[in-house]
């Protein structure tokens, strides 16, 4: 992995989890109103509780919201659904979105998304691979998982470029730990739970972060990881384009 001290190009770093939700958005219109055929964002934003919008309904969550923000973890949230999930300091995102000819199959696309990760993590001499994690965050068959604990979450959407009907675009989100505080952030989501008196839990325990596989390697800063990831990726899309 190439060392980058410098301030890194391929990293954003976006002021507000809104503001990079939006940015995703945007990500994904350009893509799906014809004007790029592939889009690429790696970035991380300040610290909150990104929620799934079916949460919204429910009667307590103007009291959780409250609560949460109070303990100085604003809510913030997402048309998808799934669990709830943590923003912050050490943790990176990747967002990309591209238009091809037919889907690709669903474990395919997550191949893809998964793909550099497994790869990032074998540049510390361990194995990783994709599956469930009991007590993670926002649990899904295709997480990137190390040590039995949860490194990575995934996401992906699919949709049909507009005036194209023939034309596919997949959009894909990866969620990476990279230096975060773990603890902090589990203590918020099951306080957060709790408000909705949800008997679910997330456990410290069924997390890693990158650096915490280092060893006797130096630890990698976010943007180098970026750097590493950046370039992966967009070889990857270049077929694409």
Request: proline share 3%; net charge positive.
């Amino acid at each position: 992995m190439h060392n980058r001290n410098h301030k890194n190009p391929d990293l954003k770093v976006v002021a507000s989890p809104v503001q990079a939700l939006e940015q995703e958005r945007v990500l994904l219109t350009d893509v799906l109103l014809g004007k790029c055929s592939t889009a690429l964002s790696i970035w991380t934003t300040s610290r909150s509780l990104v929620v799934p919008r079916r949460l919204v309904n429910n009667s307590k969550f103007a009291r959780a919201k409250k609560n949460s923000r109070a303990r100085r973890w604003p809510i913030v949230v997402r048309d998808s659904g799934g669990g709830a999930t943590p923003q912050g300091d050490g943790i990176l995102n990747v967002t990309y979105a591209y238009v091809c000819d037919r889907h690709p199959s669903i474990s395919k696309g997550y191949s893809e998304i998964c793909g550099p990760i497994i790869r990032l993590v074998n540049e510390y001499g361990e194995e990783a691979s994709c599956g469930y994690v009991n007590g993670s965050f926002c649990d899904g068959q295709y997480n990137v998982v190390c040590r039995s604990r949860k490194l990575a979450g995934t996401a992906q959407r699919r949709s049909r470029q507009r005036g194209y009907a023939s034309r596919a675009v997949l959009f894909a989100h990866a969620l990476i730990l990279i230096d975060h505080d773990l603890v902090e952030s589990t203590r918020a989501l099951n306080e957060f739970y709790r408000d909705f008196d949800d008997q679910g839990s997330v456990d410290v325990d069924a997390h890693v972060n990158l650096n915490d596989l280092s060893g006797a390697l130096s630890i990698r800063s976010i943007n180098e990881v970026a750097y590493f990831l950046h370039q992966q990726y967009s070889e990857f899309l270049s077929q694409f384009c």
